[in-house]
């Protein structure tokens, strides 16, 4: 049973940062794709960034240079580290999971490409 469970979330002031970790269980941590995605309030899911457990490769929707996804493959676990924290940043965190070779990397903004996801956890940056 493959699972991933998000945390770190929490409230913090604009300008504030924050990381998020996905630490993943029940399957073979290589050659997998983890990406985090939100959802704002009363807004559809997006994608946030996406990273290769097995090469390193990183992507980001937007944010770069605020948001940086990282891996510690020894842990299992997918980071977000959130600098420069703006309001509109607010959101339902959420990260997912896919075998890196069922897609093209193109496709790693589409969420129905991912077969697994954890619960969400919530940011909330205040102005």
């Known amino acids: 049973q493959v699972q991933l469970v998000e945390s770190g979330g929490g409230s913090v002031q604009a300008g504030g940062s924050l990381r998020l970790s996905c630490a993943a269980s029940?399957?073979?941590?290589?050659?997998?794709?983890v990406a985090w995605f939100r959802q704002p309030p009363g807004k559809g899911r997006e994608a946030v960034a996406a990273?290769?457990?097995?090469?390193?490769?990183t992507y980001y929707a937007f944010g770069e240079g605020r948001f940086t996804i990282a891996r510690d493959n020894a842990k299992d676990t997918v980071y977000l580290q959130m600098n420069s924290l703006e309001p509109e940043d607010t959101a339902l965190y959420f990260c997912a999971a896919r075998a890196s070779y069922t897609y093209a990397s193109s496709a790693w903004l589409d969420p129905t490409t991912y077969n697994y996801w954890g619960q969400g956890t919530q940011v909330t940056v205040s102005s």
């Open positions: 029940g399957w073979s941590w290589h050659s997998n794709l």
């Open positions: 990273i290769y457990t097995g090469s390193g490769a």
